[in-house]
């Protein structure tokens, strides 16, 4: 079977280029214009690598990584027209695995293409759910969006950081310091009323009873976790 590759870039003559090369080295190619539209395809088309251009309109190249890192490891090269030195470390540390600066060569391209499809040939598939459930909570990775008993619940960019490090855990017992590291960064892993605080605020929106919670659970003296569930209720993720 070929493989697919899923081009993203708001540049048509850029769009075009790469497309047309790399369908020449054999690639099954599929284009998007916009971060929004990359994320639907992901989800629907299951590509085996990603070319994603980082200046993009409504949904820059970073924030999309972002959102296809909650819910694949597909192989990802960056496309930046800048290729200065802060922006390919950006890249890296939102889940990038290359990147490409432009203007660059058809063979440097298929060259990176190359490199970055073989060493994800030993790596673990590429990908995962879109959609988490947990009781009457659901996640919607990919538009990052969350529904309790099918209702939309609005969430701060800070609480929907810290659901997903649950959501990514369950049944895990995450420290205090842990999750503070992972939300706020490291120069905030002594800072428990910070935390004490977003994790009453993201009951209140998420558990039918606060005091009782569900999802959100307190393990005294060694942090939180959110438990897991029977797996008949595991199974209802698609």
Known sequence: MATHILVVDDEARYLHLVKVNLEAAGYVVTTASNGEEALELVSSHAPDLIILDVMMPRLDGFTTCERIRQFSSVPIIMLTAKGEEQDRVR???????????????????????????????????????????????????ARAEVWKDDKPVFLSATEYRLLIQFAHHVGHVLSAEELLTAVWGSQYRDDKEILWVSIARLRQKLEDNPHSPQHIVTRSGLGYLMPPLEKESNERVS
């Open 91 to 141: 890249g890296l540390n939102v889940g990038a695995d290359d990147y490409v600066v432009k203007p660059f060569s058809a063979t440097e391209l298929i060259a990176r293409v190359r490199a970055v499809l073989r060493r994800a040939q030993n790596a673990e598939g590429a990908t995962q759910n879109r959609f988490f459930t947990h009781e009457n909570l659901k996640i919607d990775f």
